[in-house]
């Protein structure tokens, strides 16, 4: 196996320090990280970033039993944080939060061009593009939670 370029490797060391924040729900030192990601490892390592992020959410769902092992199709859901309710409705949440979870879902039921159509289809602009990582990097940090607290609530 070949070694990886230093920037994925920096890329990595990064979104693990975002995710771990994000774990602690430290969330200024969570956007540094991923801010970083973007400042020292350049597209390559955004989308790197990207991948670990989905695929780690995949694997804690998987492991709390919320999302099965064999590839899709694969329907996206939202639970609401604070009221508990989930919703198949993708209308019925933020547009970042839709496109996180349909990533997610794309990259687990192995659907490459869906998935590369969302990566395509993320906002030009700064912020809001920073807004989408950030849906990932929570959604992920929930699915963490979630297979530590033995399973989907």
Known sequence: MGQR??????AKELV??????????DWPAAGKAMTAVSTETGGQGIYYAI??????????????GTLADTPGPYRPGWMNA?????????DAVPAPARWAARLVTARAAMDQEAYHGLL????????????????LLHGTALAVKAAQDGGGR
Do not use: F, K, N
């Open 5 to 10: 370029a230093p920037e994925l490797e920096r």
């Open 16 to 25: 693990t320090q975002a995710l771990h924040a994000a774990l602690r729900e």
């Open 51 to 64: 991948r670990l992020l989905c695929d780690t959410a995949i694997g804690q769902q998987r492991r709390a």
């Open 82 to 90: 604070e009221t508990g309710a989930v919703t198949l409705d993708a």
């Open 120 to 135: 395509a289809g993320m906002p030009e602009d700064g912020a809001e593009r920073g807004a989408y990582a950030a849906a």
